[in-house]
């Protein structure tokens, strides 16, 4: 479908903050699902490229947080105000909330932040909720939209490789010394980011009882599940991160 850019700003650095009119989507989606935007005019690039929903405005406008990594986003990026952008979705399948659990733990590493922001406005609709952001990133350009989570009454915790803001270290490192202060399973954590950052973050939640959710990055050629190119292993086996996914039992994968 067709639809119409409201705004497009630089956040800071390579990420960009795309906010689209879509009544549709913005009604349908729900937090950890995702849309696929064709990122140019022309045929090259031929494919769409997936990007998660960052955010639901009441204008019944969608927001997208992307960071410039290749030829699809950097011809993104020049997209003006106004313009009309080939937009399919909402995809996928995402996080489910267990409403008799009031703690939960959200975990970013870098711009795998982008889908937790809508999660965690879905969180607070329920103010008996406690939401505690952990959100990691190799520097401080690299934390994006602390603000907005704050706005939501998430307490948040923040490391970087650097130290150049929050704890120096790796986020996992951060969380794991939350962990050690707790001697309760009545909590869920939702994480997002890299690979082998999920991996440990999964670990460390399994060793403390704590049921995990993880969204996986995976490359995705058509976001339907058609072209079978995004599979990842399962106990159940071969699953498609755009169909089965992009969220996951933590427990299902074979890390």
């Known amino acids: 479908m067709k639809a119409k850019t409201i705004s497009h700003l630089n956040v800071t650095g390579h990420y960009y903050r795309l906010q689209i009119h879509s009544p549709q989507i913005s009604k349908k989606a729900r937090p950890g699902q995702f849309v696929m935007l064709k990122t140019g005019e022309t045929l090259d690039p031929l494919l769409r490229r997936p990007f998660s929903i960052h955010k639901i405005n009441k204008d019944k406008t969608i927001d997208i947080l992307y960071k410039v990594v290749g030829k699809g986003t950097r011809l993104l990026s020049g997209l003006k105000k106004d313009a009309e952008i080939d937009i399919l979705g909402p995809l996928g399948n995402g996080f489910t909330i267990n409403k008799k659990i009031k703690s939960h733990i959200l975990v970013a590493g870098g711009i795998g932040i982008a889908p937790l922001l809508f999660f965690a406005q879905e ?133």
């Open 123 to 255: 969180l607070s609709k329920d103010k008996k909720n406690r939401i505690i952001l952990f959100a990691g990133a190799r520097h401080k350009e690299d934390i994006l939209c602390i603000q907005d989570f704050k706005r939501l009454k998430a307490e948040v915790n923040i490391s970087t490789e650097d130290g150049s803001i929050g704890k120096q270290g790796l986020i996992s490192e951060l969380f794991e010394v939350f962990l050690a202060g707790r001697n309760d399973a009545k909590s869920v954590v939702y994480a997002c980011g890299p690979k082998g950052m999920l991996r440990e973050i999964s670990r460390l939640a399994s060793i403390k009882g704590i049921s995990c959710q993880v969204s996986l990055e995976e490359r995705m050629a058509c976001g339907l599940g058609a072209c079978l190119g995004c599979a990842t292993d399962t106990k159940g086996g071969y699953k498609y991160v755009c169909n089965d996914g992009p969220v996951f039992d933590a427990g299902e994968i074979v890390w």
